[in-house]
């Protein structure tokens, strides 16, 4: 059984502060990694995917892979309320010609003014 | 943009009614999933479908069916609606090879079984 696991929270930072969102998996055939934000009664939204070990970034946002140690993360640098949310870690393995991912639990994080 | 459609937000139901939720997507795109998301537990695969007329089960497809007749076209099906159904209701669709394979999510059914 394939495992994601995330704390679930929440994790409450002040405004302009830097958020970091953990993620560790289970399966070493895990080729992608997705993070996606939830709001509150909304469907998740891709922030970022990442396939390679290292850093990627966009914005004010970096997602962390290292597929030795089957984490991946997510830093969000000068946090706006706006990004109060919860976060989905995602990690996606090929099976026949599809991607088939599966799902963290999330976590919530909450920016304070 | 993609676009992803479900047929309803709100769906009240009765214990043993046949339940029928539909997603369309209008992107072209080959895979399509049928989640469902609880307070705790997160997202769940129940269904998903990379061809017309193919399924594959999930994690969790006890108590639903699935039909794809059209591409575009990917139904969840409550054969004998059950409280313990009661949820929300995502799907989603990614294009097939190359690219990151993003879940792009319709806006979620949410389902009360009573």
């Known amino acids: 059984q394939k495992e994601v696991e995330q704390n679930s929270g929440p994790l409450s930072v002040p405004e302009g502060a830097i958020a970091s969102l953990n993620c560790t998996y289970s399966d070493r055939g895990s080729q992608s990694f997705f993070w996606y934000r939830q709001y509150s009664g909304k469907s998740p939204e891709l922030i970022m995917f990442?396939?390679?070990?290292g850093d990627k970034e966009d914005g004010r946002f970096t997602a962390q892979l290292n597929k030795a140690s089957q984490y991946v993360s997510l830093l969000i640098r000068d946090s706006q309320p706006s990004d109060s949310a919860t976060y989905l870690c995602?990690?996606?393995?090929?099976?026949?010609?599809?991607?088939?991912?599966?799902f963290g639990r999330g976590t919530s994080l909450i920016v304070h003014p | 943009d993609v676009k992803v459609t479900q047929s309803s937000r709100y769906l009240v139901k009765r214990t043993g009614e046949k339940v029928f939720l539909e997603c369309v997507q209008d992107?072209?795109?080959?895979?399509m999933f049928w989640y469902r998301q609880d307070p705790g537990l997160g997202l769940r695969l129940i269904y998903f479908s990379y061809d017309v007329k193919m399924k594959e089960k999930g994690d969790i497809p006890e108590g639903y069916s699935v039909s794809r007749e059209k591409k575009e076209r990917f139904s969840l099906i409550l054969e004998s609606a059950s409280t313990n159904q009661t949820s929300m209701y995502l799907c989603?669709?990614?294009?097939?090879?190359?690219?990151?394979?993003?879940?792009?999510f319709g806006p979620g059914t949410r389902l009360t079984v009573l």
């Open positions: 989603a669709s990614t294009l097939s090879g190359g690219g990151p394979d993003t879940q792009y």
């Open positions: 995602a990690v996606n393995e090929r099976t026949g010609g599809s991607y088939i991912p599966t």
């Open positions: 992107m072209d795109h080959e895979n």
């Open positions: 990442i396939y390679s070990n």
